[in-house]
């Protein structure tokens, strides 16, 4: 940047762009003069070699006729006072009809004295007729002459001269050498003139320039700068003189209000002192306040999956109480008919028929309190595993098709008092390994909120539970309900705790709140939202999992 500025300094640029326009100016002022000097010599050598072609094709006619080719020749010996002209050639035309050379023999010749003899010329006369032409080295010009009779009434033959152009040549040098001399000596003239205007304007800025410099490097901002006689350079200089008169205001005011600064410092230290300490004891309240708040706040997660598995644990005692009755039902049925037995057994009276009905009655009882007991025992199998899962964040190999089976059957009690349809998509050989229970606990939270939420109001609802491998060591859970879908200014917080549209009615917004932090810290995975109002949910979920295989 600054070597720009030094390389297109004023002085410079002004003393350029002023030898340029003069340069520019003068050399195409020379050249239109030095075009139009030589175009008007060479029309002038033009004419006069036509001239002389003429003049010497009228003065062959009568020659042409009587054909007498001697006393031609002698009388172009008169063209030696013509200096310029070097060869004459007259040629005779014996068919009028035929084009040159066909129809031409040579009839007189001219050459000047010290000039050699030139070869026949016929080839090239209706080229040069009327339109003379300079020889390539512009040593000498040629034109061609029809001779005719003096009525203009037969063509008698041609003339061809050749002159010299040396005379041209002579003045063309002239006026280059003339217009050149003139252009150097006007450049000479301009370049003395920008330097003597260049000092003129360039001068006072300078010394601007150089006061401005001094008044930087002292900032002595009072000084003032002086007056030019270019009203350009005067405007500036007062410019300049404003502007320092109001930096030496601002300087002042500035001094002015350090002074104010350093006694204002000098009063805040203390309060910020005293803030320091106020500030530094409502962060340690706050910091306990939020340790309390986590806490609090871990309590009560917990205490949401201790109710869940509360209202688990009521829903299966409830299940499995029935197969018991029926168990016990039978089994008193069972000691009923065997004290009969055993009474007519003793007293001799027991027949055949008897013992067959009690064989076949005990049979059946039989059945009815395996197949009860049996479904109790399985009852409880699941729900010891659930709740196990719901305890436990071990990783351990299962079938994710069994465990989400377990889960329904978990919470058939729930289910059954109303007419919801649960489909399960997966194939029922996958099995994967990761942590079961974080997968239990957000399928159930899923599931309730679709029957407390989703379905309100509807007895017939769908649920959809797809699962599939991504990858090898990847898993996708798509869980989709076609409920009510969940509100607008709901579904941007969804997973925010403390967010429920039950709130005094039983519901604490923790709930997808677990979901989320099960997800995302439990299982290192990644859950996403895509619901309508009146159209339903679903939730992508997407975990890594290990081992994972199928029976395909």
Not at 39 to 55: C, F, G, I, P, S
Not at 208 to 217: C, E, H, I, M
Not at 403 to 423: M, T
């Amino acid at each position: 940047m600054t070597d720009t500025i030094v390389r297109l300094s004023i002085k410079s640029l002004f003393l350029w762009v002023v030898m340029a326009i003069a340069t520019i100016t003068l050399v195409i002022s020379s050249s239109l003069s030095i075009y139009t000097q030589i175009k008007t010599y060479r029309e002038e050598l033009e004419e006069n070699v036509v001239m002389l072609a003429r003049l010497v094709a009228s003065n062959a006619d009568t020659h042409l006729t009587s054909g007498d080719s001697d006393n031609s020749e002698a009388r172009l010996t008169s063209l030696d006072v013509a200096d310029m002209v070097l060869n004459v050639h007259i040629y005779r035309t014996i068919d009028v009809n035929a084009r040159p050379p066909l129809a031409l023999e040579r009839f007189a010749d001219y050459n000047r004295k010290g000039q050699t003899t030139l070869p026949n010329q016929a080839k090239q006369l209706l080229t040069l007729e009327g339109k003379p032409r300079i020889s390539a080295n512009g040593n000498f010009i040629e034109v061609a002459s029809r001779i005719k009779t003096v009525d203009n009434s037969m063509q008698l033959g041609w003339v061809y001269l050749r002159a010299s152009a040396e005379s041209y040549n002579k003045l063309v040098g002239q006026s280059i050498l003339l217009n050149m001399s003139v252009m150097f000596v006007m450049m000479l003239i301009s370049f003395l003139l920008a330097l003597r205007l260049q000092r003129i304007i360039t001068g006072p800025i300078e010394q601007l320039a150089n006061f401005l410099q001094r008044t930087s490097r002292q900032r002595d901002y009072s000084a003032r700068a002086d007056d030019s006689n270019i009203r350009e350079l005067c405007v500036l200089s007062d410019a300049v003189n404003v502007m320092l008169a109001r930096i030496q205001e601002y300087m002042q005011k500035q001094r002015q209000a350090e002074e104010q600064h350093r006694k204002l410092n000098a009063s805040l230290e203390d309060m910020v002192s005293q803030r320091t300490l106020a500030l530094k004891d409502a962060n340690q309240e706050l910091i306990h306040t939020l340790e309390k708040l986590h806490q609090f706040q871990r309590q009560i997660v917990q205490n949401e999956k201790m109710a869940s598995l509360g209202d688990m644990v009521a829903g299966v005692a409830h299940e499995v109480n029935t197969p018991i009755g029926l168990g016990v039902t039978a089994s008193t049925m069972m000691l009923d008919r065997l004290t009969v037995i055993e009474r007519e057994f003793e007293n001799k009276t027991l027949k055949a028929s008897t013992m067959r009905k009690f064989l076949t009655e005990s049979q059946e009882n039989l059945n009815i309190i395996y197949r009860n007991l049996n479904r109790a025992a399985e009852l409880i199998s699941s729900f010891k595993q659930v709740a196990v899962d719901q305890s436990s964040e071990n990783s351990r190999s299962f079938c994710f098709a069994q465990l989400v089976n377990e889960i329904l059957l978990s919470l058939r009690p729930r289910l059954k008092k109303f007419q919801h349809n649960v489909n399960i998509e997966c194939d029922p050989t996958l099995t994967v390994e990761t942590k079961a229970g974080p997968i239990n606990q957000v399928l159930i939270n899923l599931i309730m909120n679709s029957i407390i939420h989703g379905f309100e109001g509807i007895n017939d609802g769908q649920i959809d539970i797809c699962a599939e491998l991504v990858t090898n060591n990847k898993l996708k859970v798509v869980y989709r309900d076609n409920g009510k879908g969940i509100p607008k200014d709901i579904r941007k917080r969804i997973f925010d705790p403390f967010v429920t549209t039950k709130r005094g009615q039983g519901g604490s917004g923790l709930g997808m709140h677990l979901v989320y932090n099960l997800v995302t810290q439990a299982l290192n995975g990644s859950i996403s939202l895509t619901s309508e109002e009146g159209e339903g949910v679903e939730f992508v979920i997407v975990f890594p999992v290990t081992n994972a295989k199928t029976g395909k």
